[in-house]
T-cell receptor, first 114, second 112 residues
Framework: GAVVSQHPSRVICKSGTSVKIECRSLDFQATTMFWYRQFPKQSLMLMATSNEGSKATYEQGVEKDKFLINHASLTLSTLTVTSAHPEDSSFYIC??????????FGQGTRLTVV | AQSVTQPDIHITVSEGASLELRCNYSYGATPYLFWYVQSPGQGLQLLLKYFSGDTLVQGIKGFEAEFKRSQSSFNLRKPSVHWSDAAEYFCAVSDSWGKLQFGAGTQVVVTP
């Protein structure tokens, strides 16, 4: 399966600042990547579908201007949380769709906004 | 629209006892079904998956799941749990592009 690396694994930032999370597909060229968010003791919710070379597709209720996604190459997608607030504190995890059916996940990023 | 239901939020099981986690799905076509496990503060690990073929699927760590189309279910089982099986378990359904919809999860606690 595909190997997906996510960085950083943990980040603490001040309220009002922006944070960038990277998702790299190390051994697979990914035209599509997915970003999920998981609040404490809750399930994972899809935030957006990242498409290489084009705009991301956001799920309903996810602010595209707040969660900026860039998928500039077949191996890298980035999620930038802009003007972060404490309510954005969450576990963010990306996945790569391999062959259209199975997903391979990164290790996740624990974001804490103080 | 596809959906996944895990009716049990929390299950407590004794070490050595059997475990069954329930999962029901709603999907228009033949679903791609998955079970993932998540330890506290960790990412997701794939336990097993079903795409087609044999409806009894064997996974890692001694887990298995059975796809029952008539019941729209994909329940996860393990004959004898170990203390290390304490974790959160997620059932998920995927469309053809690898986009997953997860159930709410079942927290498994293993007692001595």
């Amino acid at each position: 399966g595909a190997v997906v690396s996510q960085h950083p694994s943990r980040v603490i930032c001040k309220s009002g600042t922006s944070v960038k999370i990277e998702c790299r597909s190390l051994d697979f060229q990914a035209t599509t990547m997915f970003w999920y968010r998981q609040f404490p003791k809750q399930s994972l919710m899809l935030m957006a579908t990242s498409n290489e070379g084009s705009k991301a597709t956001y799920e309903q209720g996810v602010e595209k201007d707040k969660f900026l996604i860039n998928h500039a190459s077949l191996t890298l997608s980035t999620l930038t949380v802009t003007s972060a607030h404490p309510e954005d504190s969450s576990f963010y995890i990306c996945s790569v769709g391999s062959g259209g059916t199975e997903a391979f996940f990164g290790q996740g990023t624990r974001l804490t906004v103080v | 629209a596809q959906s996944v239901t895990q009716p049990d939020i929390h299950i407590t099981v004794s070490e050595g006892a059997s475990l069954e986690l329930r999962c029901n799905y709603s999907y228009g076509a033949t679903p791609y079904l998955f079970w993932y496990v998540q330890s506290p503060g960790q990412g997701l690990q794939l336990l097993l998956k079903y795409f087609s073929g044999d409806t009894l699927v064997q996974g890692i760590k001694g887990f298995e799941a059975e796809f029952k189309r008539s019941q729209s279910s994909f329940n996860l089982r393990k004959p004898s749990v170990h203390w290390s099986d304490a974790a959160e378990y997620f059932c998920a359904v995927s469309d053809s592009w690898g986009k997953l919809q997860f159930g709410a999860g079942t927290q498994v606690v293993v007692t001595p």
